[in-house]
């Protein structure tokens, strides 16, 4: 079995087509729950609200974080805060990240991806 058996996912970087329904469009695939993209791909994500948002469900942005300029989180349609200890913790590896709805991450990740702008997002369905 090779790697991307194992570890399916989106090699390379593409925009949010559409979101809602619990899911998310990009590349022309369709998939049910949270994803994760960061400039090696785009991943599914396990956490289901704010709050499970922590720094193990962030590995894969951390592993790249020299290859960014943003993290963009989206806490689905209602601004959920992160856990105080993660801020603190991102901070602390030189992670920019900025919070808002997933519409409004989607949609910002897209224009930053658009301009060739360095960015990750985080987005949970909403």
């Known amino acids: 079995m090779n790697d991307r058996q194992r570890d399916p996912h989106y090699p390379g970087r593409a925009a949010i087509e559409a979101y809602g329904a619990g899911g998310f469009r990009f590349a ?3 998939h049910r729950g949270a994803i994760l993209a960061s400039p090696a791909g785009i991943w599914a994500w396990a956490p289901n609200s704010s709050s499970e948002i922590d720094e193990a469900s962030l590995a894969r942005v951390i592993a790249v974080r020299d290859e960014i300029d943003i993290l963009l989180i989206g806490t ?12 603190l913790r ?4 030189g992670i920019r990240f900025d919070v808002m709805t ?4 989607a949609s910002t990740y897209n224009i930053l991806l658009a301009e060739g702008r360095r960015a990750a997002v985080a987005l949970l369905p909403g």
């Open 76 to 87: 689905g349609r209602e601004h959920g805060p992160l856990p105080e200890a993660l801020q």
């Open 90 to 93: 991102l901070r602390e590896l």
């Open 102 to 105: 997933t519409s409004a991450a």
């Open 28 to 30: 022309g695939m369709s």
